[in-house]
């Protein structure tokens, strides 16, 4: 009977995915590429169940980094969920996050590519996507922006101890504007400069970006600091 059940339960969470819900969230994870390598590869190395609990505890991670103790100081996710869903796609593009729906789509090709470890990598990879659903700015369609919304996201992936061994080293890069790894270790950098930046920064993107928060927050511009941080690491 106990067996019987646990079969018909697990055909259904093939189909439906898993979810959790947790601060009025829900977190949702469904495979839809369980036929495809990359997708056995996530069922058997990471798996629905990890992923919406990992995709939980990056939204509070999130959440603390941007100082958001209560609720109402949060960007609302759309109806409450944050969804992934494990497609094959057929680009190098890793992951990706679509605004409108608060959901994240995982490469099922990248997973498979994958020659370290799974974990690791696609848990860095849930902290940067989960940071596009928290962080504000989203409305911010000028393209040139695009880099301090990946840098945030990336920052994210640090504090949270998943800098991806790819990455360029901290001091390395030609501008703080290179977004993701680069900007991410040139916020880091401001951030221990004077603890919560972030947290203030993203607050200020609720109206879009401009160099001026920069100035605004540290005191300093955009060009000084990264001045400062490259002589830091010897130009
Ligand atoms: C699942 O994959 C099929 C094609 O493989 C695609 O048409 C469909 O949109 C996908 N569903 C979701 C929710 O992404
Ligand atoms: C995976 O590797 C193949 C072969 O090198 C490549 O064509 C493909 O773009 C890669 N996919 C991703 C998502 O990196
Ligand atoms: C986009 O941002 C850049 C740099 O901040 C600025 O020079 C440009 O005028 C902006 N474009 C629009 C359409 O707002
Ligand atoms: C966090 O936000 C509270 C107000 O909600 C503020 O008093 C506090 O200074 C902030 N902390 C940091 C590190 O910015």
């Known amino acids: 009977m106990m067996k019987h059940l646990t079969a018909v339960f697990a055909s259904l969470l093939v189909v439906a995915g898993l979810a959790t819900t947790a601060a009025g969230v829900r977190f949702e994870a469904t495979n839809n590429a369980s ?3 990359g997708g056995q590869r996530f069922d058997e190395e990471y798996g629905v169940g990890y992923a919406v609990q990992v995709m939980s505890e990056a939204s509070f991670f999130v959440w603390k980094i941007f100082n958001q103790t209560a609720p109402e100081d949060r960007r609302a996710a759309m109806d409450d969920r944050v969804k992934l869903v494990v497609n094959f796609i057929n680009t190098n593009i890793l992951a990706f996050e679509r605004d409108s729906e608060s959901s994240i789509t995982l490469n099922a090709g990248y997973v498979n590519n994958i020659t370290g470890d799974v974990r690791t990598l ?8 989960v940071t596009h659903v928290w962080q504000w700015g989203q409305q911010d369609t000028n393209q040139t922006h695009s880099w301090i919304y990946e840098g945030v996201a990336d920052f ?4 949270a101890g998943y800098a991806a061994p790819y990455w360029l080293q901290p001091g390395q890069g030609d501008s703080w504007d290179t977004g993701y790894d680069v900007t991410a270790w040139f916020l880091d950098y401001c951030d221990q400069l004077r603890p919560g930046f972030v947290a203030v920064l ?13 100035l605004q927050i540290m005191g300093k511009s955009v060009q000084e600091l ?5 002589a830091k690491y010897g130009g």
């Open 35 to 37: 036929t495809t390598p």
């Open 122 to 129: 696609v848990t860095g990879l849930l902290y940067h996507e």
């Open 156 to 159: 994210v992936r640090l504090r």
């Open 202 to 214: 993203n607050q200020r993107l609720k109206d879009g970006y401009s160099d001026d928060d920069f």
């Open 226 to 230: 990264w001045r400062d941080y490259k």
